[in-house]
């Protein structure tokens, strides 16, 4: 069964340094989202992307985050300078696309636990 | 705005004991909501979904949830827990309509302890 993939499941960095994080959405999948869950929170929205561009994003993703599709595969989450409270686990998630019922469904990928110190 | 209430944090069953998990939802429109689960180490798995129809719905693993329009709610019920169902759990409501990302509001989870 096709499943999303992050990479890596778990990022250790220092303050202030850039991490990306990976993933790679379901092949015939246009939809892909990030979202993240800090310890003991819900997890959150940060931003949807398609056809190339951010089509939504949350209050969370201000300039320090970016999003990349930079290749037909690879959908990728740039943090630029990381702050402790970025510390949290980071979810892709990737949807089919327009129409009714199951392409409406949102998968998600293992997720990537990144830890900021 | 959309949110999600799920009121239990954390709930304790017996192996073999029904189980239902509350959701309390807002949104102004008709939504989509889901249910998924994470056991440890885990991405977030679809359990089920309503969009539409019967308000009645049949997940994976043996759940079901009930869609009640008067009451914002979509509960999650299964008839016997099995200890492999432990872990947490999280309702989302989805946003709808034209031109919509769908993005997904999640409520807080409940975590399920299974007692053998």
């Known amino acids: 069964e096709p499943e999303v993939t992050q990479t890596p499941s778990h990022q250790v960095t220092q303050m202030g340094q850039e991490v990306i994080l990976r993933c790679v959405p379901i092949s015939n999948h246009l939809y892909f989202y990030w979202y993240r869950q800090i310890l003991g929170q819900k997890v959150e929205f940060l931003v949807s992307f398609y056809n190339n561009e951010i089509s939504e994003k949350s209050e969370i993703f201000d300039d320090q985050f970016s999003v990349e599709r930079p290749d037909g595969s690879n959908f990728t989450l740039k943090i630029r300078s990381t702050k402790l409270e970025d510390s949290a686990m980071y979810f892709c998630?990737?949807?089919?696309?327009?129409?009714?019922?199951?392409?409406?469904?949102?998968?998600f990928g293992a997720g990537t636990r990144l830890s900021v110190l | 705005a959309q949110s999600v209430t799920q009121p239990d944090i954390h709930i304790t069953v017996s192996e073999g004991a029904s189980l239902e998990l509350r959701c309390n939802y807002s949104?102004?429109?008709?939504?989509?909501l889901f249910w998924y689960v994470q056991s440890p180490g885990q991405g977030l798995q679809l359990l089920l979904k309503?969009?539409?129809?019967?308000?009645l719905v049949q997940g994976i693993k043996g759940f079901e949830a009930e869609f009640k329009r008067s009451q914002s709610s979509f509960n999650l019920r299964k008839p016997s827990v099995h200890w492999s169902d432990a872990a947490e759990y999280f309702c989302a409501v989805g946003a709808t309509g034209g031109g919509s990302n769908y993005k997904l509001t999640f409520g807080k989870g409940t975590l399920l302890t299974v007692n053998p």
């Open positions: 949104y102004g429109a008709t939504p989509y």
């Open positions: 309503y969009f539409s129809g019967d308000t």
């Open positions: 998630a990737s949807r089919r696309g327009e129409g009714s019922g199951g392409r409406n469904i949102q998968y």
